[in-house]
């Protein structure tokens, strides 16, 4: 049987939401790099994964590392995958990472993404909102 870590990258190759439903605990955390506090909960995050399966282009994971770090939300030590990846948004290449920590059940209690230039975060930044922003999940800056 496929680790979550294995049927998360599943999910992601073939854009199935349905999939990620069933990896996310309810009260996921997803840190990521352009906003300081993180989204919360699996309906938020199931609509942020929407987005970004439209954002990235050529998203592609280029390795896999299991092993154990430190969470977040309550600093204990937790089963955890890093998939490094490749993508493209707005012209911009990005080199990132995803850090994945499981729940006791298995299923992905905290998600983080580092991404690197800065030129690419920037990017990356501005198109998830504007998708946040489509799609309702979030006001338009500024109201």
């Given at each position: 049987?496929?680790?979550?870590?294995e049927?998360?990258?599943?999910?992601?190759?073939?854009?199935?939401?349905?999939?990620?439903?069933?990896?996310?605990?309810?009260?996921?955390?997803?840190?990521?790099?352009?906003?300081?506090?993180?989204?919360?909960?699996?309906?938020?995050?199931?609509?942020?994964?929407?987005?970004?399966?439209?954002?990235?282009?050529?998203?592609r994971?280029?390795?896999?590392?299991?092993?154990?770090?430190e969470?977040?939300?309550?600093?204990?030590?937790?089963?955890?995958?890093?998939?490094?990846?490749?993508?493209?948004?707005?012209?911009?290449?990005?080199?990132?990472?995803?850090?994945?920590?499981?729940?006791?059940?298995?299923?992905?209690?905290?998600?983080?993404?580092?991404?690197?230039?800065?030129?690419?975060?920037?990017?990356?930044?501005?198109?998830?909102?504007?998708?946040?922003?489509?799609?309702?999940?979030?006001?338009?800056?500024?109201?």
């Open positions: 049987m496929a680790t979550a870590a049927r998360f990258r599943i999910a992601v190759d073939t854009r199935d939401l349905t999939a990620l439903d069933e990896l996310f605990t309810d009260d996921i955390r997803f840190y990521s790099p352009v906003k300081f506090t993180p989204f919360e909960g699996k309906p938020m995050l199931l609509g942020l994964f929407g987005v970004l399966l439209r954002v990235f282009e050529d998203f994971y280029i390795g896999h590392y299991d092993g154990a770090a969470t977040g939300a309550d600093g204990v030590e937790a089963p955890s995958a890093v998939l490094p990846f490749r993508a493209t948004v707005n012209g911009k290449h990005i080199h990132g990472i995803d850090l994945l920590h499981f729940a006791e059940d298995g299923r992905i209690k905290e998600f983080t993404v580092m991404v690197r230039p800065q030129s690419a975060v920037h990017a990356l930044g501005e198109a998830v909102l504007a998708g946040l922003v489509a799609d309702g999940l979030v006001p338009a800056p500024g109201r």
